[in-house]
């Protein structure tokens, strides 16, 4: 997650000036963009092999998530403890709440102890705390972003490097599917968190992928991440009352589904309001087979975990900066929800390619 657009705010936006026999065009190309990302990815390897455990000897990484209370991102900062013990260095976490003065602290933490390089995962954006990153980088630390940006943005605040996903394609996915399920009739309602930069391409894809679509339409309303607790489940039960042709939600980071699904639930449209979202967390896999979810665009989490810290690593080794972290997309539906395991787990449904692959790739494997 990272921040979007300024001023975007909830919209009320419908697609005009195509012609009616574009509609049946566009079901056609986004059943086919569907198919294309519903089978096993292949893994692509994000750079050259290196030996990770040699020149990661004696050096740390901090990583400050954008907030320990997400489980999609808390996941990804344990899988990469995990991968730390193995390839036998120093990782620690700075748990937070998601409040940029957190964030702030974490980063003086970790340059008052020693460490080579702060992450900041997944929306701790560093545009709120510029002069801290620079003081930071003085005093001889990298610090990145990682699962921040889409491919397409640049790296933000004079970070030494940038690691992103293809957030735009997960836009447009999730478009697709709804045009797909309703014959190009789409009345959504699309959830965003305008302080993630990823909800800059997120929004892109997902407008980019509607403006094909003559008779769909949709609004975006925006709830900060730190109020989605209070505000999601009230703000949904709202519009639908406001507005009972609406037929999907889409809340673009799938943990909102939480908030989310009671207020479906509770406005009695369980049957008539569907759900396509995007992560891959586990919980939210398991609302497919409950069936308050119909949708999860998935990325494996631990793949994540092993892409950021490859990148992470090579900056501290003097290897060339990743920015594309080649992370791939899945849709789960409920036709191959079986794959990640009941209850889901992170990195299942993605095949198991990925962990031979970096294990070659760090030199560690036989």
């Not at 997650?1 to 009616?20: D, F, R, V, Y």
């Not at 699962?147 to 293809?166: C, W």
């Not at 759900?275 to 967390?281: E, S």
Request: hydrophobic share 45%; charged share 25%.
């Amino acid at each position: 997650m990272t921040i979007a657009k300024w001023g975007l705010g909830a919209a009320l936006l419908a697609a005009t000036a195509i012609p009616a026999w574009a509609e049946d065009d566009a079901v056609a190309e986004a059943r086919a963009n569907i198919e294309a990302y519903s089978v096993i990815p292949d893994f692509v390897a994000p750079g050259e092999p290196f030996d990770a455990r040699a020149c990661m000897e004696g050096k740390s990484i901090m990583t400050i998530p954008s907030s320990s209370a997400i489980p999609f991102v808390k996941t990804i900062a344990d899988h990469k403890d995990e991968l730390a013990k193995e390839l036998g260095f120093k990782h620690a976490q700075w748990e937070n709440q998601g409040n940029p003065t957190q964030w702030i602290q974490g980063m003086e933490y970790a340059g008052n102890n020693d460490f080579d390089l702060i992450s900041l995962l997944a929306g701790a954006d560093p545009r709120f705390f510029e002069p801290q990153v620079k003081a930071a980088q003085d005093k001889g630390l990298k610090v990145v972003t990682s699962h921040l940006t889409g491919l397409e943005l640049d790296a933000p605040a004079g970070v030494d490097a940038n690691t992103a996903i293809d957030y735009k394609q997960a836009g447009k996915l999730m478009a697709d599917w709804t045009i797909v399920q309703t014959d190009a009739k789409v009345n959504a309602l699309i959830i965003v968190s305008n302080e993630a930069l990823s909800t800059d391409s997120l929004v892109d894809g997902l407008t980019e992928a509607f403006k094909k679509c003559p008779d769909c339409k949709y609004e975006i309303v925006n709830v900060p991440i730190l109020d989605w607790a209070t505000r999601i489940q009230p703000t949904v039960q709202g519009k639908l009352q406001a507005d009972p042709n609406i037929n999907y939600v889409i809340p673009i980071y799938d943990s909102m589904s939480t908030f989310v699904t009671p207020a479906i639930a509770i406005s009695g449209k369980r049957d008539s309001v569907k759900v396509a979202t995007f992560n891959g967390t586990p919980f939210v896999l398991d609302l497919i087979r409950e069936g308050t979810v119909e949708m999860d665009i998935g990325e494996n989490l631990d793949w994540i975990a092993h892409a950021m810290l490859d990148a992470e690593m090579r900056l501290l080794c003097d290897l060339p900066p990743i920015v594309d972290s080649k992370v791939p997309l899945r849709v789960f539906t409920v036709e191959n929800i079986d794959e990640v395991g009941n209850p889901a787990e992170a990195s299942k449904g993605y095949g198991d390619a990925y962990q031979d692959g970096f294990r070659k790739l760090w030199m560690v494997s036989e």
